[in-house]
């Protein structure tokens, strides 16, 4: 039995939940994200393989390619393996966002994220740890399209571009952590240290994504009504089904069974029915995304710059240390990328809002950004001086990350607020698939191929502007803003007035809900 009206509506957040701790705590989970993705990039970490001299003097391996004694293309692979868990659960959890509670399915994200990263910490093969690595994909899937929906929603409308800088910013932020964390953890100690650290960092947020009440998001209605509703039916049809089972008084005989065999075959029906129904609604959400020029064009520039973004915190501290000859190449592209990152993540936010956030003028932002940051960035490669490379890729890395929030602002703000989770979901999975996915192993053959750091550095750093030139046809789109479109829960269907199967006094607290 329901009451009316009152649990239909979305219960308050507990008041010690304000929106800005919910902010720091998404904040501190993103970061431990992309500490992992920097620290298995570290050399403390990811270490190097085995080296002969000329003489027939070999020196040992370290980390996991000297253990594993990996190739560049397999090493490569690792940092791309957990795209193929992302790939398949992103869009699934961003279907599943409309049955269930959001807040809890980033729980279960967390759960499965820390006992791969432990899995990571215990590998014996190449292909244990590779699959390990597939699953964290499959953990971080939940939390990537359904944070930013939750910091859109609480964020005060003057700062709603601010708040999704503060939390991007963890991304450059966490893998330069990354670099020195899995630097001084690998060196010091060894490399599966790093991974058995990461995972007791993340487990208080997993338990605390099932413990905390959960939180709705805007466009959907609550999943308690949904229950609730689902309660009612069953036990109405139960009980007109018990009802249709007398006759004269008397109950027949295997009624029980009957209707026990009907439900059973309701249910399985139902559930049919449901699964189809989902995949109906995912069928016509893609195609409304797909057929979205604004949606199109911001996640293909998105490809080209995280392409070139993914091979950047991969294969920078080694570039650097055999361009440059870097002795604490980790501790230098952690530092730089820890202040850049900071910097113009948060810059680009308030540059934004200050601009007036409209989805135009994220275009115009994010070209402009790119364009000028690719410029330093490849002029810093030319450069024989390490003190100039530093000074030109700190201001190259400072525009580029400057990118970080628009981009995410316009995934969010193209689209309806129903469809926010998909969207952020499908913009993540390709930008991975097409990105950086392919970037670190298509990296790794270039430089295999022509065995020069630099060369190889300046013909990745141009693909930037490519991204800058598809950011700017953006700024000739007709964008319209859909955040508010459509802002109201859908509301659940009401049952009225159930008519009994046999006459008789039927409990009227069942036929309305």
């Not at 790939?87 to 994200?109: C, H, Q, T």
């Not at 007398?246 to 109950?251: A, E």
């Not at 364009?371 to 002029?379: D, K, P, R, V």
Request: net charge neutral; hydrophobic share 45%.
């Amino acid at each position: 039995m329901v009451p009316p009206s009152s649990s239909m509506d979305p219960s308050p957040p507990p008041s010690w939940f304000t929106p800005k701790r919910l902010l720091i705590i998404f904040c501190v989970i993103n970061m431990i994200n992309y500490v992992d993705r920097g620290a298995i990039a570290s050399n403390g970490v990811n270490g190097s393989s085995e080296t002969c001299d000329d003489k027939g003097i070999c020196k040992s391996g370290s980390g996991i390619q000297g253990e594993f004694d990996l190739t560049n293309f397999q090493d490569g692979l690792l940092s791309s393996a957990f795209m193929v868990g992302l790939l398949v659960a992103s869009p699934i959890f961003a279907s599943l966002a409309k049955s269930y509670n959001p807040f809890r399915l980033i729980g279960v994200g967390l759960s499965v994220w820390t006992l791969s990263v432990a899995g990571c910490a215990s590998a014996f093969s190449f292909w244990f740890i590779a699959i390990c690595r597939m699953l964290v994909g499959v953990g971080e899937a939940s939390f990537i399209s359904l944070a930013a929906p939750f910091i859109d929603d609480n964020a005060p409308v003057s700062q709603k571009t601010a708040w999704l800088a503060m939390f991007y910013m963890c991304i450059p932020t966490g893998i330069a952590l990354g670099y020195v964390y899995g630097g001084y953890v690998g060196g010091y100690f060894h490399w599966r240290y790093a991974f058995w650290g990461e995972a007791l960092l993340m487990l208080p947020f997993a338990v605390f994504g099932f413990l905390v009440k959960p939180l709705q998001l805007k466009g959907f209605s609550p999943v308690e009504s949904k229950k609730a509703l689902a309660s009612v039916e069953t036990v109405s049809s139960v009980t007109d089904d018990s009802k249709a089972s007398k006759l004269d008084g008397r109950m027949l005989v295997g009624g029980d069974g009957i209707i026990g065999d009907e439900l059973s075959k309701t249910s399985k029906s139902e559930s049919i029915h449901n699964i189809l129904n989902q995949l109906s609604r995912f069928a016509k959400d893609m195609k409304v995304l797909l057929v979205d020029k604004v949606y199109v064009v911001n996640v293909f520039g998105y490809i080209a710059y995280n392409f070139v973004i993914g091979a950047y915190s991969y294969w920078g501290p080694k570039a650097g240390y055999n361009i440059y000859h870097m002795k604490s190449a980790d501790m230098l592209f952690g530092g730089v990328t820890i202040v850049c990152g900071i910097l113009g993540t948060i810059s680009g936010g308030f540059i934004l809002d200050r601009m007036g956030a409209t989805i135009s003028n994220a275009f115009i932002l994010l070209s402009g950004a790119t364009f000028l940051g690719a410029i330093s960035c490849f002029s810093a490669f030319c450069l024989r001086s390490l003190y100039g490379f530093i000074v030109l890729f700190a201001v190259g890395e400072l525009l580029v990350f400057a990118t970080q929030a628009p981009v995410n602002y316009v995934c969010l703000h193209c689209v309806r607020p129903s469809l926010r989770p998909l969207s952020m979901a499908i913009s993540t999975v390709s930008i991975h698939i097409f990105g950086d996915v392919p970037s670190s192993p298509l990296v790794g053959i270039l430089q295999d191929h022509i065995n020069n750091w630099r060369d190889t550095a300046l013909i990745l750093t141009s693909i930037l502007f490519l991204a800058a030139g598809i950011w700017f046809i953006g700024v000739f789109l007709h964008a319209v803003d859909k955040s508010n479109d459509g802002s109201q829960p859908i509301s659940t269907p009401r049952i009225t007035s159930r008519k009994p199967l046999l006459d008789g006094n039927v409990d009227e607290s069942l036929c309305e809900v």
